[in-house]
């Protein structure tokens, strides 16, 4: 993207990313909620507690909850559908208004508004398939939820590298986040569907307020939470391109992009250290190649840094 994208388009797909990230805002939080809860009924819990822990009784301990777990499958389908609509309403108005206003100027204004109206849908797809992932954490199924996003991602990849080679420029990571949202929408909802039994109950299952009610004691908390991380990460990026334009905004969110994925690394790092650690707390002798690891694992750190605040600025598309 940095050798076949414009210094302004590659700016305006991270304001794109930043507007899309207001949908974290208007869910509230239930996004996390509904791994605890579905992990719950999972159980056998018989009902939703609005705070602490469900209990779960011997006889029922065995079997899943599939009534209350289809009742709060249709349920959040209706919250997510309303919540898309919603986010793709809002943006289709005021998001188009600010790009528009913002793209006049620029020498391919009509491709970035084109840009962006292909990004409504996809905008609304990945909104509402939002939910399928914290579902099947709830089940116990991380591994297949993770592989799920990763045959997204590969999908996204393969689109937007095929997209920019044929000269689609801002058409292609548009393209690509349109058709993750659709891969990872489809796939999960598949396989939740199939393990939850939700074909025997989907006929009998039914929208509540009651679960939403319930949801709601912990969701609001953690969308207090998810503010604070918006305006961390996301707003920093509208604030520069409404104040320093596209261009320099590519060379923020370029950069806060490797410092992310310099965070996100240490942090797998920090974790997997601290776990072999705990478990070798009573041995003499540590294994020899965690020197090693220490070393390629900041090497890698410096690598992403270096890049990221010093020497990686978006080229020139005719200097590619």
Request: proline share 4%.
């Amino acid at each position: 993207m940095l050798r076949k994208l414009p210094p302004e388009d590659l700016g305006f797909w991270y304001i794109f990313l930043s507007l899309a990230g207001i949908s974290s805002l208007v869910d509230m939080g239930f996004y996390p909620t509904m791994s605890r809860v579905t992990a719950f009924l999972w159980a056998g819990a018989k009902e939703i507690p609005r705070m602490g822990v469900a209990t779960v009784s011997e006889e029922s301990a065995m079997t899943p909850n599939y009534q209350l777990l289809s009742d709060l499958v249709r349920t959040m389908r209706l919250y997510y559908l309303a919540l898309g609509l919603l986010v793709t309403l809002a943006m289709g108005v005021f998001g188009t208004m600010w790009i528009f206003s913002k793209a006049q100027l620029a020498p391919d204004a009509q491709v970035i508004l084109g840009a962006w109206f292909l990004f409504l849908p996809g905008l609304f797809v990945n909104t509402t398939t939002g939910m399928w992932h914290p579902l099947l954490s709830g089940i116990n199924r991380v591994r297949l939820g993770q592989q799920i996003f990763v045959w997204g991602l590969v999908a996204n990849y393969i689109v937007v590298f095929g997209g920019l080679l044929v000269g689609a420029g801002l058409f292609a990571p548009v393209a690509g986040y349109l058709l993750m949202g659709v891969v990872s929408r489809l796939l999960a909802q598949a396989k939740f569907t199939e393990l939850t039994k939700g074909k025997i109950y989907v006929a009998t299952a039914r929208w509540s307020g009651e679960l939403l009610a319930a949801l709601w004691p912990t969701a609001w908390r953690t969308g207090v939470v998810t503010i604070g991380i918006y305006a961390t990460l996301n707003l920093g990026t509208l604030i520069c391109a409404a104040y320093l334009g596209p261009r320099m905004t590519a060379s923020y969110g370029l950069s806060l992009q490797l410092a992310a994925a310099a965070v996100s690394l240490s942090t797998a790092f920090v974790a997997v250290k601290t776990t072999a650690h705990r478990a070798n707390a009573n041995s003499k002798c540590q294994p020899k190649h965690w020197r090693h690891c220490d070393f390629a694992d900041e090497n890698v750190l410096r690598c992403i840094l270096h890049a990221g605040f010093r020497g990686a600025r978006p080229r020139r598309a005719d200097s590619a």
